[in-house]
């Protein structure tokens, strides 16, 4: 069993950006200036935030935390998008979500402009990544394919199942793990809710994504012996043992499903950290398009 291990090649991606972006400014270049709104206080939203910002400076990006209170109204915060859309200093931006329940998450995604999108939501993004276009990938299914790669993993003609069909990880993952190249070239399932007979089906699997933030989910029994296991749950589960009270749980039952596994990833330390990283890498490729305009 191999361990696809996401801190490491995360920390690996942001030396390569680092490096490069020395050399920007060695030659007198603009860095990359990446910007996130944040709405109200909570405080998942506020660490997950900041520890973007964190990178930023890891990498020698500019970055940019736009702060507004929980009441503020959608046609302030559209105001807020339409400002940063303008403003030619800032090459991407991000808006956290989930929204106060007075915004429109649709209707937000939707105004961001389609070249500043590096979380890679806006339509006009996914509707690229669908017909193989380049364009921004979201971050999560970014950083999938760049453990894949990295880690040579073999997915041609493979059976793919991804659990799961959300617009940020599940139903993307489903369409790249289909498309012509590497990687890809798998015969892809996509299971959800419902799903009849799930156990069936994931023990075809050659590769399982599992997006469905249920700890503890996927089963030794539900998986053949050497699938590659890629877990993107990442659930606070109480703890009363734990220090902070609280233990990080994946979708997979890592401890018996690891013995059967060719590689897994682990929850935390596997998806999560190449969540940043890939944004990271959109904000420099969203800095490149500026340029060539």
């Known amino acids: 069993m191999i361990l696809l291990d996401g801190k490491k090649t995360s920390n690996d991606i942001k030396d390569e950006i680092t490096a490069e972006v020395s050399k920007m400014k060695a ?5 990359p200036h990446l ?15 900041n520890s973007k910002v964190r990178a930023c400076e890891r990498v020698g990006f500019e970055s940019t935390l736009v702060q507004l209170p929980n009441t503020v109204s959608e046609v302030e915060l559209l105001d807020k998008i339409e400002e940063l859309n303008q403003n030619d200093a800032i090459d ?3 808006v956290q979500l989930p929204l106060p329940k007075q915004i429109d998450d649709q209707k937000i995604l939707m105004a961001i402009h389609p070249d500043k999108d590096v979380d890679g939501f806006h339509p006009a ?3 690229k990544m669908a017909l193989d276009m380049s364009t921004f990938i979201p971050a999560t299914p970014f950083g999938i394919l760049e453990l894949l790669e990295r880690y040579d993993v073999d997915t041609k003609g493979k059976h793919t199942v991804v659990i799961g069909r959300s617009h940020i990880v599940g139903r993307p993952m489903s369409i790249l ?3 012509k190249g590497w990687p890809g ?3 892809v399932t996509l299971t959800h809710s419902h799903t ?3 156990t069936q089906i994931t023990s075809q699997a050659d590769i399982i994504i599992s997006a469905l933030g249920v700890p503890d989910f996927l089963k030794a029994e539900m998986v053949k012996d050497d699938a590659v296991i890629i877990d993107v749950g990442i659930t606070r589960v109480p703890d009363d043992q734990a220090a902070k009270g609280y ?6 039952d890592f401890e018996n499903v690891s013995k059967k596994a060719s590689y897994i990833t682990p929850v935390p330390g596997g998806v999560g950290p190449m969540t940043i990283a890939m944004l990271l890498k959109n904000t420099l490729l969203a800095r490149e398009r500026h340029r060539a305009k």
């Open 125 to 127: 993004n996914f509707g």
């Open 196 to 198: 009849k007979n799930i």
């Open 247 to 252: 233990v990080i749980k994946g979708d997979v």
């Open 92 to 94: 991407g931006f991000i």
């Open 27 to 31: 030659n007198g270049e603009k860095v």
């Open 185 to 187: 070239n798998s015969t």
């Open 35 to 49: 910007a996130a709104v944040i709405v109200g206080s909570d405080g998942a939203s506020l660490t997950y935030v």
């Open 177 to 179: 793990m289909g498309r």
